[in-house]
């Protein structure tokens, strides 16, 4: 894997799709890293891959984490499953010092610096189509700037998702460029996987039960609860198919201790912030549906979360200073293109994987997509950054000099320096 890292990452995650040529490359990188052929890994769902592969229930389970976070594809299809495996363990994780919204004002602040203009507070009402080119975009009567219009010269980019964008289009407008895209985009798939998002303040340190007989869990800033089985691991992604919200929860957590990478997040008090994420069904049908969310159940699942937390990480509550219930709701509200409180812009299901997202270039003339689009969008840009590059390509300007990185390159190269502040920040606490 670590011999592919860059590679993959280049081919697979920082450059636009859809491309078949680059896609068959993927695929042969996956065989070559899981040592099976193309034809057998086509074949698997990632479980199968994963009983063939490992002869532990662990080793199973903690590979499947976030194989089954439908952050690569759907786990129960055929070949994109097994496909999905090899995909996921080319992530690589870290946080930037002072939080990961430092990465945000960094970027915040060069495009300030070359001329850009933020304007906050300002949903747009609708994109102008002309001739079948994206010519401006119409603020909302609620904007800062009630109603103002945006010509534009070169590009509009879109970063609301394969429903918010057809909204702002129009369904009319876009069925007469590509009807087969509009009813997609119309279509396209959310309420499989909602985030619920716990935020912890805790006095100390993580109290990890698992550190007894593994030490390094107690300088992770990224852990997964990895479910009480390997059968519970398969019922879990059942569940998520079957749009049981509460057959789903508890099983498995992604934990982030921010503390553990960065000095900063921890106060002069020895407090600090733990994050636990699930991803979840949005419709909660047995529940009373969508509006349940704004019910007791936020309560409920804070109760049941931190029972879980207690599980794995004894004494727990009685570390716990405050903590929110962050409910899809909430998550959708936060952000309008997270519809059903889906973060990903859309499932990973069997028809919406990689050459099935919407396309970087859109069948409007000078309209682009940054969301909804292969791969998905989280903290590590790659969505936004394939946006530019396709754009900058349009316009004839991607061939710079300083437009060179490769991915992860420079992560490997510096990561002994990278881990040795850490270790001194913790041996000055200590």
């Given amino acids: 894997m670590l011999e592919k890292m860059v590679e993959m990452n280049e081919l697979a995650f920082y450059s636009p799709h859809p491309d078949t040529g680059k896609f068959e490359e993927i695929l042969k990188m996956c065989s070559y890293v899981l040592g099976r052929s193309v034809e057998d890994l ?22 499947l984490c976030p194989v089954a976070l439908h952050l690569q594809g759907a786990p129960l299809s055929r070949g994109q499953g097994a496909f999905a495996v090899a995909l996921s363990l080319f992530y690589t994780t870290a946080i930037g010092i002072g939080g990961n919204e430092a990465l945000v004002d960094a970027v915040s602040r060069c495009f300030l610096d070359h001329g850009g203009t933020i304007l906050a507070n300002c949903p747009v009402d609708r994109i102008e189509v002309r001739d079948g080119r994206a010519t401006a975009v119409v603020l909302s009567p609620e904007a800062a700037f009630p109603g103002a219009r945006f010509e534009a010269r070169h590009a509009v980019i879109s970063n609301v998702g394969a429903r918010g964008t057809l909204d702002l289009l129009g369904e009319e407008t876009m069925r007469s460029v590509d009807s087969r ?3 997609k985009m119309k279509h396209w798939r959310m309420d499989e996987r909602g985030s619920t998002v716990t935020s912890w303040l805790i006095d100390g340190r993580m109290p990890w039960g698992s550190s007894d007989f593994d030490p390094l869990v107690d300088k992770a800033h990224l852990m997964y609860r990895a479910y009480d089985s390997w059968s519970a691991a398969k019922d879990y992604v059942v569940a998520m198919i079957n749009n049981d919200t509460w057959a789903a929860f508890g099983n498995m957590i992604e934990i982030l201790d921010y503390g553990q990478v960065d000095p900063n997040a921890i106060s002069p008090e020895g407090y600090r912030v733990i994050r636990g994420e699930e991803a979840i069904p949005y419709p909660l049908r047995k529940e009373g549906g969508p509006e349940a969310w704004d019910g007791p159940i936020r309560d409920e699942m804070l109760r049941r979360r931190h029972e879980v937390m207690n599980s794995i990480a004894p004494g727990f509550s009685e570390r716990v200073i405050d903590a929110y219930q962050w409910t899809p709701v909430d998550i959708w509200r936060t952000n309008q293109a997270a519809v059903f409180g889906q973060v990903l812009g859309g499932d990973f299901s069997e028809d919406q994987w990689i050459l099935d997202r919407m396309p970087y270039r859109m069948p409007v003339r000078s309209l682009y997509m940054s969301n909804s689009v292969w791969p998905l969008g989280l903290t590590w840009m790659a969505a936004g950054y394939n946006a530019a590059q396709v754009v900058a390509e349009d316009l004839g300007v991607r061939n710079q000099r300083w437009w060179s990185a490769r991915p992860v390159a420079w992560f490997l190269d510096n990561i002994g320096q990278l881990l040795e502040p850490m270790e001194l920040a913790a041996t000055a606490r200590r």
Avoid: C, G, N, V
């Fill in 42 to 63: 086509s074949s698997m769902t990632a479980y199968e891959l994963l009983e063939l592969t490992f002869e532990s229930d662990k080793a199973r389970q903690t590979i």
């Fill in 181 to 183: 895209l509009a009813t």
